[in-house]
């Protein structure tokens, strides 16, 4: 029997649950969850971020908890349907206290594209994909090849 691909949350540990809740609600995200539990969510386009204290998170999982790389071969993405909504996605995560890691460019794949880090460090992309644009609801489609 196959794994259905029912990607439903990305978990992000934290240093700090307070301080990152309130930067997702900073940038508008709705949240659900009691903090005082250990643990929050913000819901997406279709699935959900959780954040965890980075040390339960390592501890949940069965792992060491190592401080976390600045680039640990993870990006999120957030896709928009044109270059000013990137823009303006951009200037809000940083006002909402992101740090600008590349500002937004052309790029070679004929997209336009920045990258913010949230108060933990995780990266997020920020897009417009013309080939896959996105819905007034935030999903996007990927075309086959």
């Not at 029997?1 to 990607?7: C, E, I, N, T």
């Not at 934290?14 to 819901?43: H, K, M, N």
């Not at 993870?74 to 044109?82: E, I």
């Amino acid at each position: 029997m196959p794994v259905p691909a029912h990607f439903s949350i990305v978990t992000l540990g934290v240093a700090d649950l307070g301080e990152s809740a309130a930067f997702y609600r900073r940038l508008g995200w709705t949240q659900r969850g009691d903090e005082s539990l250990g643990i929050t969510w913000f819901r997406t386009a279709g699935t959900w971020i959780g954040l965890f204290g980075h040390d339960a998170l390592a501890e949940d999982v069965g792992v060491a908890s190592t401080p976390a790389p600045e680039y640990r071969g993870v990006t999120l993405a957030l896709n928009f349907a044109g270059e000013d909504e990137v823009d303006q996605a951009l200037e809000e995560a940083v006002s909402a206290g992101a740090r600008l890691v590349k500002p937004a460019v052309r790029a070679e794949w004929g997209g336009y594209s920045g990258y913010f880090a949230d108060p933990d460090g995780h990266l997020w992309e920020v897009a417009f994909a013309p080939g896959m644009p996105a819905r007034e609801d935030g999903t996007i489609e990927i075309p086959d090849s």
